[in-house]
């Protein structure tokens, strides 16, 4: 089994790349999916926030996801908090989630991990994929696809690791600044290269 992590910069199009691999064959675990899954009413998760956070944020029964996001981008203590809680969760989710994909005979499994390179989880794969775009393509993708203010997402990205120093670090790159077919053919590449490694 080849275990592969996929990472990116805010807008720069993982969730494409990470769907063309899921249509190749891989088992796509994604870091996003399991935030939600912890989150959950009713599970640790949700129960460790409501009591380090307060009731006010949860809305209709679940956490008030927007309104903590606001909180923590703005104070990093209340960040560290909040990761001290979810990332072992997210993990853990994770792990479980690989495992089962093992079992069910995948050979090629990708996790799909916004954050990969800022919390030094790099070592765990055996390839990490960077999806790259310049940063000034990351800021207009954010606001002409996600509606976000300039500064907003100007914000977004200066709270990441630079992507430039993400492209560094990575052991491949897909550059995703030109055609959904010029994308696609380096992800069948890469495709190519996993299998041919594994």
């Given at each position: 089994m080849k275990l592969i992590g996929l990472t990116g910069g805010a807008g720069s199009g993982k969730s494409t790349v990470s769907a063309t691999l899921?249509?190749?064959g891989a088992a796509v675990i994604d870091a996003d999916e399991a935030t939600h899954a912890v989150y959950e009413p009713g599970s640790p998760g949700f129960d460790a926030v409501v009591s380090e956070f307060g009731p006010e944020y949860v809305?209709?029964?679940?956490?008030?996801?927007?309104?903590?996001?606001?909180?923590?981008?703005?104070?990093?203590?209340?960040?560290?908090?909040?990761?001290?809680?979810?990332?072992?969760?997210?993990?853990?989710?994770?792990?479980?989630?690989?495992?089962?994909?093992v079992e069910a005979g995948s050979e090629v499994v990708v996790q799909d991990v916004p954050l990969l390179f800022e919390n030094g989880l790099a070592g765990l794969y055996s390839m990490v994929v960077l999806v790259y775009v310049p940063e000034h393509l990351q800021v207009k993708r954010l606001v002409d696809g996600r509606g976000l203010t300039a500064e907003r997402a100007r914000a977004m990205i200066a709270a990441q690791m630079p992507i430039e120093e993400k492209r560094k670090l990575a052991s491949h790159v897909i550059d995703n600044s030109g055609s959904r077919e010029a994308t696609r053919r380096q992800v069948d590449r890469l495709w190519i290269d996993a299998l041919a490694s594994r």
């Open positions: 899921r249509e190749l809305r209709e029964g679940r956490i008030d996801r927007p309104r903590l996001g606001e909180l923590v981008f703005h104070d990093k203590d209340a960040r560290r908090r909040l990761n001290a809680i979810v990332h072992p969760l997210v993990r853990e989710w994770m792990a479980a989630r690989t495992a089962e994909a």
